[in-house]
């Protein structure tokens, strides 16, 4: 049967895995490939870099992070932040990651969507939605990293996403984002059931018990983390025995679990 | 030397460094008149099967491909690769196939997400050179909407569920595939390439001699 996923995320600013809160305060955590060398090994489903360097100028370092992930790590890798173009998309996909994470520019060009969906196909592209509760049950679409509201419903977004030939969603929670407090169960439910489409849960997990809930109560497909990888509070080998003790299908690998 | 064929459709930087890491030689071919220098050939594939038909027709590549796969080397079709070994696509309509391996290609039915896309594990049905060494219940990565149904049962290697049982690995002869990317499939797909460079290798040294 198809296993639930966990994927850590390494946020990378001008070639370096960074880490902050509430979207701000970065801090140092390390070089993006050995981490996901490191995550590659320890069982990691799939990797996520977040590109948050600021000037496009600098787009080249991360094109060298990608090629050189692709000859190290053997599990799929998703290159997000910063893609604006068909050959923003082209070209990262060229380096060797598997898909693209269109965010702001899915926004602002929602045929980016539909014209990446055709040229590489919707299991490469993967929409990314920053929300921010506006009311109990409602969310709004933020972008530019979380500096501007959009007025878009997040519900409606998602589904129009789909329409449009994304192939997964990848859902931040603004309010949780960085606090630990856990993912925001009532949001990610909502999305997965407004789409057929596997929805990644993330911003704010902070135990190994923020995992299953996101995956059980939230009715994620997958679940991201960052910090609690970077700084080693738990490796993924720990977090995926815990998931299977509370019954949840997670891949094994080589007599890991 | 494996070849990997290169008709603008599919993950193939992937496929040769995955190939790369395991130690074997590989060669990305453009033209078909490049299979004569190969022992063993990989055909990989994302997209839409009547498209990856059609760009295999207009590279030229639909009878060179089959001559190979009857000259007895060792032959891999990876995700979309392998679908179009069989006779007949129903992606978008219905297209014919390389015809390689018997049967059709059709879609998940409705109810479970489409595409079926993350670590799903493996069912061995009979044992094949391929999955040496890989246990039973081992996990690969898909990605795939639609899947192989083989006619003869006999040409199932491997099988996975998501809602219905489907072949996950399948063959007959030298002509095989596999529904999922070992070339993204951290540990047990680069156990599953090994072996099919090995057995390349072992086709290369026995017709040098």
């Known amino acids: 049967m198809l296993s639930k996923r966990i994927i850590p995320c390494l946020d990378v600013h001008e070639g370096r895995v960074v880490k902050g809160t509430n979207f701000v305060q970065l801090r140092d955590a390390g070089d993006p490939v050995e981490l996901a ?105 933020y972008i530019h990293g979380g500096r501007t509201a959009t007025g878009k419903d997040v519900l409606e977004w998602a589904a129009e996403a789909e329409a449009l030939g994304a192939g997964e969603i990848l859902l931040t929670s603004m309010d949780r984002d960085g606090t630990k407090a856990g993912y925001e169960l009532e949001l990610t439910r909502a999305v997965s059931r407004a789409v057929s489409l596997p929805v990644i849960a993330s911003g704010g997990v902070g135990t190994l018990d923020h995992l299953a809930e996101g995956l059980t109560l939230g009715e994620a497909d997958a679940v991201l983390a960052a910090s609690i990888f970077h700084y080693k509070e738990y490796s993924i080998e720990e977090a995926k025995r815990y998931l299977a003790q509370r019954g949840i299908l997670v891949r094994k690998t080589g007599g890991l679990v | 030397m494996i070849g990997i064929v290169d008709y603008g459709r599919g993950n193939l930087r992937s496929v040769e460094k995955a190939l790369e890491k395991v130690d074997f030689e590989t060669t990305i071919m453009t033209s078909s008149a490049e299979l004569e220098g190969v022992d063993g050939l990989i055909l990989p594939g994302v997209g839409a099967f009547a498209d990856a038909m059609e760009a295999l027709k207009s590279g030229g590549w639909i009878e060179p491909i089959t001559q190979f796969a009857r000259s007895g080397r060792p032959f891999l079709g990876i995700c979309l690769g392998m679908q179009v070994l069989f006779e007949v696509g129903e992606e978008h309509g219905e297209h014919a196939g390389l015809g390689l391996l018997a049967g059709r290609v059709v879609k998940f039915p409705p109810g479970g997400k489409i595409p079926h896309m993350g670590w799903n594990s493996l069912n061995l049905e009979q044992p094949s050179r391929l999955l040496e060494g890989i246990p039973n219940e081992s996990y690969f990565y898909f990605v795939h909407s639609f899947y192989a149904v083989p006619s003869e049962k006999s040409d199932i290697v491997a099988t996975s569920d998501y809602g219905v049982v489907f072949p996950a690995v399948v063959g007959k002869g030298n002509v095989w595939g596999a529904q999922f990317h070992p070339e993204k499939s951290s540990p047990w797909g680069l156990t599953l390439l090994t072996n099919f460079g090995k057995w390349v290798n072992e086709y290369a040294a026995l017709s040098s001699h």
């Open chain 1, 37 to 141: 060398a490191l995550y590659d090994k320890e069982g990691a489903d799939e990797l996520i870099f977040l590109d948050i360097t600021a000037s496009s100028d600098k787009r080249e370092t991360m094109v060298d992070v990608v090629r050189r992930t692709a000859e190290q790590v053997f599990i799929p890798f998703t290159i997000g932040g910063g893609l604006r173009t068909i050959d923003d998309i082209r070209r990262m996909l060229r380096a060797g990651a598997d898909k693209v994470s269109l965010n702001t520019s899915a926004v602002q060009t929602p045929r980016l969507i539909q014209e990446g969906a055709h040229a590489f196909g919707s299991q490469c592209i993967v929409v990314a939605i920053d929300a921010r509760s506006t009311a109990p049950g409602r969310w709004e679409v």
